[in-house]
């Protein structure tokens, strides 16, 4: 059972990217989902959670009408779109996922997947 996480890269301020986490050996139907990020220097931050009912438990203040976490549980994929990046948005974007709702929200799920890099400079 493992998470890929995939789709990060360099990009230009101002750009997109659409992050992907493919759940292999487990079905999404039954698993809250997130997004976080570590910068260089920085603890890890959450960006986007939802629950198994795909009801919103984080929105980090950054995330706002930026970013869009989605899944498709027919692939057991979960995504990350990301809009007017900044340079600032530049860290290792995580996905995770636990069955208990409140455990993706605070940072807390039990699966983990390996990190994408993603680079926003010019």
């Known amino acids: 059972v493992q998470l890929q996480a995939s789709g990060g890269g360099l990009v230009q301020p101002g750009g997109s990217l659409r992050l992907s986490c493919v759940a292999s050996?487990?079905?999404?139907?039954?698993?809250?989902i997130g997004w976080f990020r570590q910068a260089p220097g920085k603890e890890r931050e959450g960006v986007l959670c939802i629950s198994r009912n795909n009801i919103s438990t984080y929105v980090a203040e950054f995330a706002k009408d930026r970013f869009a976490i989605s899944r498709d549980n027919t692939k057991n994929t979960m995504y990350l779109q990301m809009n007017s990046l900044k340079p600032e948005d530049t860290a290792v974007y995580y996905c995770?996922?636990?069955?208990?709702?409140?455990?993706?929200?605070?940072?807390?799920?039990?699966?983990w997947g390996q990190g994408t890099q993603v680079t926003v400079s010019s």
């Open positions: 995770a996922i636990d069955p208990i709702d409140d455990l993706v929200a605070n940072g807390m799920a039990r699966n």
């Open positions: 050996g487990f079905d999404l139907d039954y698993y809250a």
